[in-house]
């Protein structure tokens, strides 16, 4: 089983939908990141949380320590959000940037 | 842009070569990491740099390595290079050594003949 899991693998949405991505993750953990790489293969850092919520324009991300969960929204989603969504967290007592991945989330939004 | 930069962008070599890979990362970060993207394995962490000093290691193979120079930028060594070595590589920086934002650069896609 892999350490940190991601649902759906796979999600369409429709222009202007509310999107939902999950994470959960087996290990301790001192921060979990979300990643977005597009087609093209860049991966742009969206978030890096250790508790509670953080918003970003139409993003937001959530986190819940005690039940090892984290949730990536997407509000109004547009086509442009077509990517793949990685979750990753740096392990507890790591004091690195040691990062283990989730398998990512492809996104396509139909217009 | 995120201020990282990673060359070359495309490498096409042949089994049992050895290729470098370079990145210079954002203005005023410190630390340096290396992760690798393949198809089967998905993304993993190879390797981080702090300051010229290895901090971590992660699945990096014996055939790898790495080092970072005195201006902060940083080289990914890999020789006897397989078939399987192919893949997207990436390098991030980030200001410090803890958990910190990442910044990635565009990723170096490295195809083994």
């Known amino acids: 089983k892999n350490e940190v899991e991601q649902s759906p693998q796979n999600l369409t949405a429709q222009e202007g939908e509310f999107i939902t991505i999950n994470c959960s993750y087996s290990?301790?953990?001192?921060?979990l990141h979300w990643l977005q790489q597009h087609p093209g293969g860049g991966i742009v850092s969206l978030f890096m949380?250790?508790?509670g919520k953080k918003k970003h324009g139409r993003l937001i991300a959530t986190i819940n320590i005690q039940e090892k969960h984290s949730s990536l929204h997407i509000t109004a989603s547009h086509p442009r959000d077509s990517a793949v969504y990685i979750c990753?967290?740096?392990?507890?007592?790591?004091?690195?940037?040691?990062?283990?991945f989730g398998t990512g989330t492809l996104l396509a939004v139909q217009p | 842009d995120s201020g990282v930069t990673q060359t070359p962008k495309h490498l096409i070599t042949a089994t049992g070569q050895r290729v470098t890979l370079r990145c210079s990362p954002r203005?005023?970060?410190?630390?340096v990491y290396w992760y690798q993207q393949s198809l089967d394995q998905g993304l993993q962490f190879l390797i981080q740099?702090?300051?010229?000093?290895?901090?971590a290691k992660g699945n990096i193979l014996e055939r790898f390595s790495a080092q970072q120079f005195p201006d902060l930028h940083s080289e990914l060594n890999l020789s006897s290079l397989e078939l399987g070595d192919s893949a997207l590589y990436f390098c991030?920086?980030?200001?410090?050594?803890?958990?910190?934002?990442?910044?990635f650069g565009n990723g170096t896609r490295l195809t083994v003949t």
């Open positions: 991030a920086s980030s200001s410090n050594w803890g958990p910190s934002p990442l910044h």
């Open positions: 290990v301790g953990i001192s921060a």
């Open positions: 949380l250790s508790s």
């Open positions: 990753a967290v740096t392990n507890y007592g790591g004091a690195t940037n040691k990062l283990i």
């Open positions: 203005s005023g970060d410190l630390s």
């Open positions: 740099y702090y300051n010229g000093e290895e901090r």
